[in-house]
Structure formats: C-alpha cells, structure tokens
C-alpha cells in the first residue's frame, strides 16, 4: 500500500469523527500552534495561511479563529471533507477558511502570507522535499514541525542510534538533524529551529 492509500484508508476509518485517536486523528490542535498565533499577533502579522497537509483542519482551525484567512490542503479526500465538517462545527464559513485535495508535489498551492506545515515534509523522500520547497511560496512566514533525530523508539526504531529512516508498508518517515534544516533551508532567512515540547520535533520559523 502506498502513503496515499494508507491516509486514505485512515481518515476513512476516522467516521465522521466518531472514531478520534492517533498522534493527529483528533480535534485538537497542537500547542505549539497556538503559541505561534499568539507570536504572530504580537509581531502584528496577519493575512492569508496555508496548512500544508491540513488531514482533518485541527491546526487550521484556530489560525481562522484568530481572523486570519485559512486554505488548507490535504491529498487525502477523507481528510478535506473532515476538514470541512470540523470547520462547521466551528461555526466558520467559506470566507474565513477553505479547505481542498491538492498534492503539493503536484500543483502550485499559490502564494499565501504565512505557511504551516505540521507533519507533511518528514514524510517526503529527498527529492520530493526538493520539490516540495520548489512550491513554497510565502510572503511573510514560514513554519514547520517535522520529526527530529533525538526522538527515541518509534515503531520499533530509534532515530537517536542513527536510524534517520523509517519505511514501513510503503510509509516513508525521515528524522531531521538540525544540520538538515539548516542545509535545506539555506536559501531562507532562518528565524529559529528549537526543539518542540518534547525532542521528538523541530519547530522551524521563518519570519519576515
């Protein structure tokens, strides 16, 4: 099965939000996330946002509330229309926030204001982070959360011994070190790379 089919078949199972758990198949957003809305409207930042593989629009959701316009985008049909409902649920609207299917490594999402990705780029191969980067048009922002070689076991493996790959049925996952994100990131004006709230994740920022 390939990571397509298996989000696919993992947002399916997710019924109409009945079934919740998992690391992201839930509602709730990453606290990481809200301290950086909370940064952001400090630094008075606003405008548009792009939530680079969205899966069910936990992250997206709060960058709505805020009053920012939010687009998020996910491979997975499942995931988008989960999206959509949560978004109801939220009491928002198509003006506020939108979310569709779109494959970043396949079409140009746009240019946004400000970008989050939480949990798509550490599932890329190398070329497809290259590819990746090639659509990655933000005016203002930039932020990802994305695994980090401190991490201890994951399924099995332990990405602090030197295991920075893990493929498992057809699944790619890569554990970061921070010379990694300095590298492909070279060409940005690199705010901060910190660790998240535990070593398993960096947070990357890129503000202007």
């Known amino acids: 099965?390939?990571?397509?089919?298996?989000?696919?078949?993992?947002?399916?199972?997710?019924?109409?939000?009945?079934?919740?758990?998992?690391?992201?198949?839930?509602?709730?957003?990453?606290?990481?996330?809200?301290?950086?809305?909370?940064?952001?409207?400090?630094?008075?930042?606003?405008?548009?946002?792009?939530?680079?593989?969205?899966?069910?629009?936990?992250?997206?959701?709060?960058?709505?509330?805020?009053?920012?316009?939010?687009?998020?985008?996910?491979?997975?049909?499942?995931?988008?229309?989960?999206?959509?409902?949560?978004?109801?649920?939220?009491?928002?609207?198509?003006?506020?926030?939108?979310?569709?299917?779109?494959?970043?490594?396949q079409e140009d999402p746009g240019e946004y204001d400000i970008i989050i990705d939480l949990g798509c780029f550490h599932h890329l191969p190398p070329q497809a982070r290259i590819n990746y980067l090639k659509h990655l048009h933000y005016k203002k922002t930039y932020f990802l959360f994305c695994f980090s070689i401190n991490s201890t076991k994951v399924k099995g493996v332990n990405p602090s011994e030197g295991n920075s790959d893990i493929i498992e049925d057809g699944h790619y996952t890569h554990f970061f070190t921070k010379e990694e994100l300095d590298d492909y990131f070279k060409d940005y004006t690199?705010?901060?790379?910190?660790?998240?709230?535990?070593?398993?994740?960096?947070i990357l920022k890129i503000i202007k």
């Open 190 to 202: 690199i705010h901060e790379i910190s660790m998240g709230h535990s070593k398993k994740f960096w």
């Open 1 to 105: 099965m390939d990571s397509k089919s298996m989000y696919e078949d993992l947002w399916q199972n997710v019924g109409d939000w009945k079934n919740q758990g998992g690391a992201y198949r839930h509602k709730t957003p990453e606290a990481e996330i809200l301290k950086f809305i909370d940064e952001l409207k400090q630094k008075n930042i606003t405008g548009t946002v792009l939530d680079i593989g969205c899966g069910g629009g936990r992250n997206s959701i709060p960058f709505a509330k805020a009053g920012f316009k939010v687009t998020g985008i996910d491979y997975s049909k499942s995931a988008v229309e989960l999206a959509k409902k949560l978004a109801i649920e939220n009491n928002l609207n198509e003006n506020q926030i939108n979310f569709k299917v779109l494959d970043i490594l």
